[in-house]
């Protein structure tokens, strides 16, 4: 019981103690630093503002002054990286690092002192409590020398459109092996680090030995990733080369522009069995290369599509057999039921019979003719046709038709079909 007075006593005597208070919070200095420090139009870069304050201090509403930056140049927001401690000669004091990213979009050359505004948080104690006191302060930054060169007017390679970095294109062809006729994709990938904007790549000049289909961009980054897909098909024995493609771009750590080059690249044609010269005349069979996973997936998509299509005619005929009977309904509920059904029958009747007349695809040769292995008479034989003969006809270029016959495949001129 004597204890409980002389605690309450030391405690009131502490209350009573002459405040005491930590030092001062304080900023000792700002500045910026650019990486790399000289960077060319369109080149990333990364600005760091390091502030130096009192060990313990915390910063609030940071507001930059007197730094036209961002009239040069875009930037992201400032995100802080680290907290660390250094000397200053006997006194220690700690670093706040804040981090952005920057892209020059037009030349400067200046030199820039701006002024730090910020919120200062001080800790202050008064005998056995503590409480935090937020000051308003400012402080010169260190002198920025802002230098944003502009890319070189001389050796500008044709078709460059504005790649900055260091980038890498490759290609891969699918399938490796093909025949005349086949789809041949090709996929183009882009890699590396620096700013791409709108570059794309630039393809190589059209063929008369290929069909070309524009390419597909299947991922942009603007920031060094392109990924790019194009279909080709041969038309011939000829076509046993793919042009190269380019990517033309500026090198900032070298200075210079350069192009990263895919191909050309050759093509494997598959070896077919040779035919047989001898006078004696023999029947032998040629069984057509197996289909490949481009091949397979373009049959799937022209069979939904060729079935959906045919069931076009038939949906049409059951709205308008409705739309009929509906009006009719309100007058003569009779009359409307056999005119809907009469319509319903007659229109099936009608699109089973074009649908029917549609699917003819066959056709008769009416002279002796030869199937090749491409559209060109120059092409190498395959196997011969006789008149009379029935072949399904599966595609047309210019003055030639693709058959089959009896399994067999090739192209043989449209003038050997009977019309």
């Known amino acids: 019981m004597t204890r409980r007075p ?15 208070r930590t030092a001062a919070a304080e900023i000792y200095a700002a500045r910026l630093r650019l990486q790399p420090d000289r960077p060319y139009l369109n ?4 600005v760091r503002l390091e502030i130096e304050v009192s060990p313990g201090a915390e910063l609030q509403e940071l507001k930059l002054a007197n730094l036209p930056l961002e009239s040069f140049a875009k930037l992201s927001s400032y995100q802080q990286e680290e907290r660390r401690q250094i000397r200053r ?18 030349p400067a050359r200046q030199d820039l002192r701006g002024v730090l505004h910020a919120q200062l948080v001080e800790r202050t104690s008064k005998g056995f409590f503590t409480s935090l006191r937020a000051v308003n302060t400012s402080i010169r930054m260190e002198p920025l020398r ?19 970095g260091t980038f890498q294109l490759t290609a891969t062809l699918d399938p490796p092996q093909v025949t005349s006729g086949d789809l041949i994709t090709i996929t183009y990938n882009v890699t590396g680090r620096g700013w791409l904007g709108d570059a794309h790549i630039i393809m190589p000049p059209a063929d008369p030995n290929f069909r070309s289909y524009p390419p597909q961009e299947l991922q942009r980054d603007e920031n060094g990733q392109l990924a790019v897909r194009q279909v080709v098909v041969p038309l011939n024995t000829n076509a046993a080369c793919v042009g190269a493609t380019r990517l033309p771009y500026f090198d900032p750590a070298a200075g210079v522009y350069r ?35 481009a091949e397979n997936g373009d049959a799937a998509v022209v069979a939904t599509i060729t079935h959906f299509r045919h069931l076009l005619p038939f949906a049409a005929v059951f709205v308008m057999a409705m739309l009929v009977a509906g009006l009719l309904y309100g007058w003569q509920p009779r009359v409307a039921v056999a005119v809907g059904l009469g319509l319903l029958i007659t229109g099936s009747y009608c699109c089973q019979w074009w649908s029917g007349q549609a699917r003819m695809q066959q056709q008769q040769v009416h002279q002796l003719t030869t199937a090749r292995l491409c559209p060109s008479a120059k092409a190498r034989s395959l196997f011969p046709i006789a008149p009379g003969r029935s072949v399904t006809t599966l595609e047309r ?11 067999q495949r090739g192209w043989i001129p449209a003038s050997a079909l009977r019309p």
Not at 43 to 46: C, G, I, L, N, S
Not at 146 to 163: E, H, K, N, T, V
Not at 277 to 285: C, D, I, N, R
């Open 89 to 106: 000669g006997e006194a220690v004091v700690e670093v706040i690092s804040f981090v952005a990213s920057g892209r020059p979009v037009q």
């Open 146 to 164: 802002l230098d944003f060169r502009p890319l070189p007017a001389s050796g500008i390679p044709a078709g460059y459109q504005g790649a900055v």
């Open 259 to 293: 192009e990263s080059v895919a191909g050309p690249f050759r093509l494997q044609f598959a070896t077919l069995a040779p035919t047989n010269t001898s006078p004696t005349v023999k029947h032998f069979q040629v069984q057509p290369p197996p289909a490949t996973p």
């Open 6 to 20: 002389l605690i309450v006593g030391l405690a009131l005597v502490a209350m009573l103690l002459p405040t005491a």
């Open 397 to 407: 270029y210019e003055q030639w038709s693709r058959v089959d016959y009896n399994g």
């Open 43 to 46: 080149q990333p870069f990364e």
